[in-house]
């Protein structure tokens, strides 16, 4: 009697089990799924983003472009003690102006993240590159997300400058040539886009989607740190090109060098130049006008197509900087 006994209770509690598994495991009803997006869309109500500064900063070598963001961070008045500003500093221009011009601030962060090989005839590893480029931007993210807590007291990113897209482009495109399509063995043999070596041109337009997905991935961090309320930075030089590897270069304009369809991500771009005047003789520069033009602004209107000079020097004169306010002064 008291076997069958516990016999039953064991049946009733697997069965009672059995029950609470199936309710758990029970297909969300419509109800359902609309219930918890109108919680989502209650909560999405409310939220704004917290920066709004994703902006491209194009130009020449030595237009003051990393000049602007250091100065803008030197001078932000919303700064705290704990900010940082992170540099992924791909061609070392960070490093060397950090060093000159604010070596006493130690809260600026120069990431270097190229990957060296050892026993190769490249010095670079460009999938180990471009892998920890992207582990120290979701180190990034994982930090400004801790940030937001109130009782947070730890360090905090201020800002994320990328020095040099334009080599973070040369990244994906090894990638994509090495890596997804198997077309080169390593970055030199990347390097011959007319298949004239050993390594094959890139056979179908469409194979350049792998390049693209491989750049963007920087992009979709890059605006997610943005909604946490991190300022991100681009740096870039000028190509000019209308994006065609072949002859036809006639009409080409200077442009951003990077991916062509970064214009459509990044809400604002500024185009960084230098103004030259030389002396009567037409050989020496005597006066050099640094200045910085709004191409693209979707934050404010009024800023669209402004220019503001940023530097001068003058033979026989002391320098005259005055970075750009708009980066820290609440006008984007």
Not at 31 to 54: C, G, I, T, W
Not at 113 to 135: C, F, I, S
Not at 160 to 185: H, P
Request: with cysteine; charged share 30%.
């Amino acid at each position: 009697m008291m076997a069958g006994f516990g016999q039953t209770a064991e049946q009733q509690k697997l069965a009672k089990e059995e029950k609470k598994k199936a309710e758990e495991t029970k297909p969300e009803t419509q109800e359902d799924m609309f219930a918890s997006l109108q919680k989502e869309a209650n909560v999405l109500r409310e939220l704004r983003p917290r920066s709004h500064q994703f902006i491209a900063i194009a130009g020449h070598e030595g237009t003051s472009k990393t000049g602007i963001v250091f100065d803008a961070y030197a001078k932000d008045p919303q700064r705290v003690e704990q900010d940082q500003l992170w540099v992924l500093d791909y061609d070392s221009g960070s490093m060397m102006l950090h060093d000159a011009h604010y070596g006493e601030d130690r809260s600026v962060v120069n990431w270097d993240p190229w990957v060296m090989q050892l026993g190769e005839r490249t010095a670079n590893d460009y999938p180990g590159t471009h892998k920890r480029t992207l582990d120290i931007c979701k180190y990034a993210v994982h930090i400004a997300e801790k940030q937001l807590d109130p009782e947070y007291n730890g360090e905090r990113v201020w800002g994320l400058l990328v020095c040099g897209i334009d080599l973070w482009d040369q990244v994906c495109i090894n990638n994509m040539r090495i890596t997804d399509l198997g077309l080169a063995k390593d970055g030199i043999d990347a390097a011959d886009n007319r298949g004239s070596g050993k390594g094959e041109r890139v056979g179908h337009q469409w194979d350049w989607a792998m390049r693209k997905t491989r750049f963007h991935q920087l992009t979709a961090i890059c605006r997610k740190l943005v909604k946490l309320g991190v300022r991100v930075y681009w740096e870039t030089h000028l190509r000019k090109t209308n994006y065609s590897y072949g002859d036809n270069e006639t009409n080409a304009k200077w442009r951003p060098d990077w991916e062509k369809s970064s214009s459509n991500y990044v809400p604002t771009i500024l185009i960084c130049e230098r103004h030259d005047e030389y002396d009567e003789d037409g050989k020496e520069v005597i006066r050099s006008e640094y200045v910085v033009t709004f191409e693209k602004c979707k934050t404010n209107a009024e800023l669209q197509g402004q220019r503001r000079t940023t530097f001068i020097t003058k033979t026989g004169d002391k320098p005259e900087w005055r970075g750009l306010p708009e980066l820290y002064d609440g006008s984007l």
